[in-house]
């Protein structure tokens, strides 16, 4: 069974490589692109769900749910980040991370990333969320819609890796995760969530 780091939250900084600092940013794929049988098969099912996540870990937890907001700051989005909700270079965005679990056991991290343009009318609230459940908030928005799931091997020497499993013991080889952008009021959001080998089918 996996062992978790319950210790303050470290992250391990690596240097950029010869190719430039966004050479450890996931590469995000649509399902189409993907190459057959890459995907681990007990994980396909949690990455391509289009419904709630939140919901989802809910219905197969046997015991209590709970958010650990980890961050919650104004800050350069990565590359791909910005490329995705078409933010300018050098501008910041809403970056909340936070660990989603199931009896004290982390099973996703998930970064979001909010443009300051979406912080507006209604959409204010998203900012003073806390631990409430993010993935709540958005499926019971009316006007919500998503754009198509893009997922991603995550690997060791990546900055997403090593903040994602910073509450475990070990380093698995590679980990899976999952990203979309949200619009609210055709307001976006991108919400990246990153499964980690305590969830089912993986521990």
């Not at 709630?52 to 990565?78: K, N």
């Not at 909700?85 to 909340?96: D, E, F, T």
Request: proline share 7%; aromatic share 10%; charged share 20%.
């Amino acid at each position: 069974m996996p062992r978790f780091r319950h210790n303050k939250l470290s992250v391990t900084h690596h240097h950029p490589s010869r190719f430039g600092q966004h050479a450890f940013e996931p590469i995000w794929r649509a399902e189409r692109y993907l190459f057959s049988g890459k995907v681990p098969d007990d994980l396909a099912p949690w990455l391509f769900d289009a419904t709630s996540l939140t919901a989802r870990i809910i219905a197969a937890c046997s015991g209590p749910f709970r958010v650990e907001v980890i961050s919650q700051a104004w800050q350069r989005p990565m590359l791909n980040e910005r490329q995705c909700l078409k933010i300018c270079s050098g501008r910041n965005a809403l970056v909340r991370q936070v660990y989603l679990y199931c009896n004290d056991i982390p099973w996703v991290f998930a970064r979001t990333v909010i443009p300051r343009t979406t912080l507006s009318g209604q959409e204010k609230h998203l900012s003073h969320l806390q631990n409430k459940p993010l993935g709540a908030v958005l499926f019971a928005e009316p006007t919500m819609r998503r754009s198509e799931i893009e997922v991603a091997e995550i690997c060791q020497g990546q900055r997403l890796f090593h903040t994602a499993t910073a509450r475990l013991d070990y380093d698995p080889e590679a980990i899976w995760g999952r990203r979309s952008v949200f619009y609210l009021h055709n307001k976006p959001l991108l919400v990246s969530e990153i499964f980690l080998p305590g969830i089912p089918g993986l521990d």
